[in-house]
């Protein structure tokens, strides 16, 4: 036998290397065959409820990291109220009409145009459905837990039908209308937009200064007076009906020198505009107070047959322009809302195309919106006063990428201004994560104009509206619940395989359809009301779901998107928010903080990652960032993560090695039983059981991750476990100490384990596979851990900590010595503490090794005065020396007692009696020699 078997060196067939992206598809596969989703629901079952309500991401495409990032931090959420006494179920979902798909299948060859609608929506259809089993795939490999096999889609049968009953429901309350107001409207998509699908880029335009000529001054201004206005989108010029001045601005007139042209602009940009105008010298020759200029009429610049009426807007200011804003009401909405106030024309002069109409005139008709300029420079001729390019933000249509226009043709709106007030209180009422969540949100509902919700498009939910004969438009609760019966059985796709009277109840007639004859509406609605409707089609259409929601979990993007659509909906049929609190994140960027991009070729796929590293990896890395704010991701990054895991891996693992011989029903000790050095473990210990379920309440996953790394690093790896060697390997397999040690050691095991499953389902799976005491099959069928408070524990916290400072200082010390030559490894040292009483005392008061805690072989604590050589920190000295004797060959102590033993053992006192007491037959026959 050889020395070194006389020794408790720990064992285990758990490996160093995690091989996770081999390992964790067939866990994953094992949990799917064992039901483990089900199997929670039914531990759960009685439970008091927690509903995660997942926001739908958009079925195209594998997914991204950002999806990443989503669907972990719910899957944390979720699995960490199962373990912790709630019924959590969690039902993912998809959303799948709208424009992209119809991207996606013109560029495969699909010529809409050439096909019936209802057979081109069937192969939207068919599309959508394969990208949500490709994205369902995608989510799985990630270890999120969920009913996968029952999850919504906006596309389904169910889930159109209740967006119908959204629909009507605020319908029958008077919150649908019908209007010709500007809109965001992308002519590259040839549909309306709402503000949620508008992204804001900074481009150069080309603007103009230009004068209209006055036609009838109302004895206020004569009729040699132009009045100069500056715009920065010159095809509106074609729609021009009016000039907006300000009430209460001050304007002045002017003549510039050698010009029979008396000038109105705004008083405050006079020296900044005169240069511009080439003016060297000009003459003030009057002023007037912006509603002196009221009902003045105006010529417009090219069309003297058209009037322009100088009017009154709260809009107007004088920090660019000239103070004058030329009016158009087809193509803004401040001037729309002016222009209905005083009866201006809506000339709407661009068609859907972004091409100029006939209305626009011979000259413009057939043009790009956005490449008239020439025509309108060389129209204006002498009344062009300058022209200069700007940079300026712009909104876009954030699916092609290119820019929009306000055009106000006819569409389909949901007030929001009849009930904003109320809206407004629900969001006072919601918890917000984190809480400026609450003003941003506030502030949008507060400064939004009510909501478009037609599209020019084909794939996506009809509007069930209906008009009779004279132009009625009709969707009353009768017409509306059975449009939703029709689709529930047949999906919306009927709404273009049968004729408007098909589609209507049977024996329905209306006063202003004398002959029975009926149109359909052929707008689709926004998609964005498809998944605002989402707490009706999901948590109020399911029976083991509850709403309002306890929590909605996006992007920051979603406060202008699904956190947004969703709130107005769901107070306008119910009074109240579909949710009680609002968790949002940051958006993901490259490791160098930029936005990721194709063309950059900085994207990331979560499948790339699982592949190198494992899904653990990415699991990780979301509970290590602050999603409160953008948060950086690159393969590097990850790289560093992993090392994280590799810390805390090989950590557990000794964990498990060491109590690989211990039986926690028959070995464990109590509280009371365990040494001091012990009780403090177990004692820290539970201080970060208590800093983690807090976390976990707060979705807080940093904090859990920051905690936990550093108890495993400082109180675990570099305290803890650093000295465990000498009490788990040296004792005897039954010492007092030894399971005093692993009694800690085990209970550490099976609760991290449990606190970790959350984050880290994978891993901790492969750990209790190890721990044969414990119950449940699955960790993930067992219960978070609640933290213990044991008598004494904050006198023993103050102990210790003093401790801890007085260990650092220890070390201090051992590392000049080392630094010095004097020893080697700290086994080498004999320490002199040079200790004041109340050190005296507190090491006393310990009542343990302190040689031992410190991995010193030698200790003396002194009350003599220290020598000048002596080391000192923050008021203690230490004398660090050689220690005297030899090498324990068993323990590798420096020990006067050690001594050439009968047996072949070159070893100190303390091990011969181990060796003597535990291994006879060894002892009889002799160690072979030099088994070290």
């Known amino acids: 036998m050889k020395l070194k078997e006389t020794l408790n060196l720990g064992k285990t067939a758990f490996p160093m290397r995690a091989g996770l992206p081999n390992k964790e598809p067939q866990w994953q596969k094992d949990w799917e065959n064992a039901d483990l989703y089900a199997k929670r629901q039914e531990l759960n079952a009685g439970k008091p409820a927690f509903h995660l309500h997942d926001g739908p991401p958009y079925a195209n495409g594998n997914i991204h990291v950002g999806h990443a990032l989503n669907k972990i931090s719910k899957d944390i959420i979720v699995r960490s109220k199962s373990m912790s006494g709630f019924r959590a179920p969690y039902i993912p979902g998809w959303d799948t009409h709208g424009l992209p798909i119809e991207q996606v299948l013109a560029k495969q060859g699909v010529k809409r145009k050439e096909l019936d609608r209802a057979s081109y929506l069937k192969m939207c259809r068919d599309y959508a459905l394969t990208q949500v089993d490709k994205q369902r795939d995608d989510f799985k490999r990630l270890g999120v837990s969920g009913d996968w096999e029952n999850p919504y889609v906006t596309l389904y049968p169910e889930f159109e039908a209740a967006q119908i009953r959204v629909f009507g429901a605020m319908a029958d309350k008077g919150y649908i209308y019908r209007g010709a107001k500007p809109v965001y409207w992308s002519w590259s998509s040839e549909s309306a937009l709402a503000e949620a699908e508008i992204e804001y880029h900074d481009v150069d335009s080309t603007s103009l200064y230009y004068a209209n000529k006055v036609k009838d001054g109302k004895g206020v ?9 500056w715009t920065t989108t010159p095809f509106t010029i074609t729609a021009s009906r009016g000039l907006t001045v300000g009430a209460d601005v001050d304007y002045v007139a002017v003549q510039p020198a050698g010009s029979e042209r008396k000038y109105i602009l705004a008083e405050a940009l006079l020296d900044s505009l005169a240069p511009k105008f080439a003016w060297e010298n000009f003459e003030i020759i009057a002023n007037y107070k912006g509603s002196q200029l009221e009902h003045i009429v105006t010529e417009h610049p090219w069309d003297t047959h058209v009037d322009e009426l100088v009017i009154l807007g709260d809009h107007v200011t004088t920090e660019s322009g000239t103070g004058i804003v030329h009016t158009a009401p087809s193509f803004g909405e401040d001037d729309y809302n002016v222009g209905v106030k005083y009866g201006l024309e809506v000339y709407v002069t661009v068609d859907e195309r972004g091409m100029m109409n006939e209305l626009a005139g011979p000259d413009f008709q057939g043009q790009f919106y956005a490449k008239v300029l020439p025509t309108v420079v060389e129209k204006l001729g002498d009344l062009l006063l300058a ?12 699916r092609t990428k290119k820019p929009i226009i306000w055009r106000a043709v006819p569409q389909w709106f949901a007030s929001v201004s009849k009930f904003r007030q109320e809206i407004l209180e629900e969001i006072d009422k919601t918890k917000f994560y984190p809480s400026w969540g609450h003003t941003r949100l506030y502030n949008m509902i507060r400064d939004r104009g009510d909501w478009v919700i037609s599209r020019q498009r084909n794939w996506g939910v009809p509007l069930p509206i209906f008009y009779a004969e004279d132009g009625t438009a009709i969707m009353t609760k009768e017409v509306t619940d059975h449009v939703a019966e029709l689709f529930e059985k047949e999906g919306s796709i009927i709404w273009w395989e049968r004729e408007a009277k098909d589609l209507l109840p049977a024996g329905f007639t209306h006063p202003g359809s004398p002959n029975g004859l009926f149109e359909k509406e052929t707008d689709i609605m926004d998609v964005w009301f498809d998944s605002g409707s989402s707490w009706n089609g999901v948590m109020k259409a399911r029976a083991n779901l509850a709403y309002p929601a306890d929590l909605y979990l996006e992007g920051s993007d979603q406060y202008r998107g699904w956190f947004n659509s969703s709130l107005i909906t769901s107070v306008a049929v119910n009074g109240h928010a579909p949710y009680k609190s609002v968790l949002s994140q940051g958006f993901v960027l490259d490791g160098k903080g930029e936005k990721m991009s194709k063309s950059k070729g900085n ?13 653990e990896i990415l699991r990780l890395w979301v509970a290590s960032v602050d999603t409160d704010n953008d948060v950086r991701v690159s393969m590097d990054i990850l790289g560093q993560v992993s090392e994280t895991y590799r810390k805390i891996r090989n950590t557990l693992r000794f964990l498990i090695a060491n109590t690989s011989d ?20 177990t004692i820290k210990f539970n201080s970060l059981v208590k800093t983690i379920r807090q976390a976990y309440d707060k979705y807080d996953f940093l904090t859990i991750y920051k905690a936990l790394v550093n108890f495993i690093t400082v109180d675990l790896s570099a305290f803890y476990l650093d000295f465990a060697k000498d009490v788990v390997y040296i004792e005897a397999e039954d010492a007092l100490a030894r399971r005093q040690m692993q009694t800690v050691f085990y209970d550490i095991l099976v609760k991290i384990t449990k606190l970790l499953t959350p984050i880290l389902p994978h891993t901790a799976e492969e750990i209790w596979s190890y721990l044969e005491f414990e119950a449940e099959e699955f960790v993930q069928l067992a219960e978070l851990p609640e933290a213990e ?15 801890m400072t007085l260990r650092t200082q220890a070390q201090k010390a051992l590392e000049e010595a080392r630094n010095e030559k004097i020893i080697g490894k700290s086994l080498e040292a004999h320490l002199t503490i040079y200790a004041t009483e109340p050190v005296r005392t507190l090491l006393a ?12 072989s030698q200790l003396t604590v002194s009350d003599q005065e220290a020598p000048a050589t002596a080391l000192a920190f923050d008021g203690l000295a230490f004398v660090v020396e050689h220690a005297q004797g030899e090498v324990c060959e068993r323990c590798r102590r420096i020990d006067q007692t050690v001594a050439d033993r009968s047996y072949h053992a070159h070893i100190c006192d303390h091990c011969a009696q181990i060796v003597e007491a535990n291994f006879a037959q060894a002892v009889a026959e002799g160690f072979e020699v030099n088994a070290k």
């Open 387 to 398: 022209k200069e390019v700007i940079n300026h933000s712009y909104p876009f249509d954030w």
């Open 662 to 681: 211990f039986n926690p029903e028959k070995d464990a000790l109590s509280f009371q039983d365990l040494r001091p050095v012990d009780k403090y473990m």
């Open 845 to 856: 008061a310990l009542d343990s090794d302190i040689a031992q805690l410190l991995i010193v």
């Open 603 to 615: 994207i990331i796929s979560p499948n790339d990652v699982a592949k190198q590293y494992g899904a």
């Open 221 to 229: 201004l004569d009729t040699d007076s132009y009045i100069i206005v």
């Open 789 to 803: 408070i044991f008598a004494e524990q904050e006198v023993i916290l103050q102990e210790w900590e003093a401790f």
